[in-house]
């Protein structure tokens, strides 16, 4: 029977997520909680496959509307479809509901999770194989409170992370410079990347961007909003570092405009905003074809997205920046997973087990439900 058994049932559970701390970006904030959309799909044969949908409604979209995405136009593509049928489910997803990228993803994920269960697989295997055992991990600093962060960082050292992510454009220029004078002064070993995510206007842009490359981060994330390809282009031509764009680029046909115009030198790759895992591995392989580097981003994720994000990173040799996989150990007061997400010493540790390797906890999922539906 194998791949052509059908998918009999999908459930669908709205989380929220208790967080340990406040997080600043230059679009918003999150506090307080994050909520996420956890589906599962089930074979004729019992096996069950998971996925995750992490929108950001200021971001991707709201969980509302990722939530409905799935519920009234994506199930009935998937439920009763033969479970080898990802291509063409994935394919009809795409037409019926525009944007919803994290809820396709979500789908994408349970289908390789469920396919690689019952071929007693790693879901890396069905993504072109693993290219890599480790992936280098990225923590990001974005707690408006500094000796909040301060707390992060001495435990992130502890750990053995060696990346961090300096969240930046929320507050005043001074305050970015502060904490890197401090990152540089007093956390000597990180490797230090600042993102602004879309925070900086056009005209404050040039100057500030510019100061903030003195400090040689390794790169300089999306300074202005993502429509603002012309400014992109111009800040790249006059930066002694990288650029990078995120907002800026969700799936292949954000990517062919970005070469084109010339916005950035590398790209952060999200499955979120993709829209599937291979039409992520499509964006970091058109990011090398042109000579533009790649690294692993996320969203405000649980470690079932993690998982999801690992696996494409383990077969996608043209992401050589690391990955942003913290939330699970670092964010969430409490992750999905019936086991921790794998990080030692500042490493994301590819599982090797059949599907996505590790299942979420069933009484975690229905305690932070603000919503389940089960059909």
Known sequence: MDLDQKITAMKLWHLSLPVLSRR?????????????????????????????ASPWSVFTGSPEASFAALDRYIRPLVVGRRIGDRAAIMGDAA????????AKTAVDTALLDLTGQILNTPAWALLGGKCRETIPLSVSIADP???NDRRLLDRLVEDGVGIVKLKAGFKDH???????NALAKDYPTLSVRVDFNQGLSIDEAPSRVADIAEFE????????RHTQFAMMARL??????PLLADESVFGPEDMTRAVQEGICDGVSIKAMKAGSLSRAQEVAKMAAANGLSAYGGDMFEAGLAHLAGTHMIAATPEITLGCEFYQARYFLKQDILETPFPVKDGQVIVPNDPGLGIKPDIDRLNHAAVTKVAA
Do not use: N, Y
Not at 36 to 50: A, D, N
Not at 217 to 224: G, K
Not at 236 to 241: H, I, N, S, T
């Open 145 to 147: 409170d500094f000796d």
């Open 217 to 224: 981060p390794d790169f300089i994330e999306q300074p202005v």
């Open 174 to 180: 001074a305050f970015d410079t502060m904490r890197l």
């Open 95 to 102: 037409r019926a509901v525009a944007h919803a990228t994290e």
């Open 24 to 52: 600043d970006h230059g679009i918003g904030t999150v506090e307080g909680a994050c909520e996420i959309i956890v589906v599962s799909l089930t074979s004729e044969g019992g096996h069950v496959g998971w996925g995750e």
């Open 236 to 241: 790249r031509e006059m930066l002694k570092v």
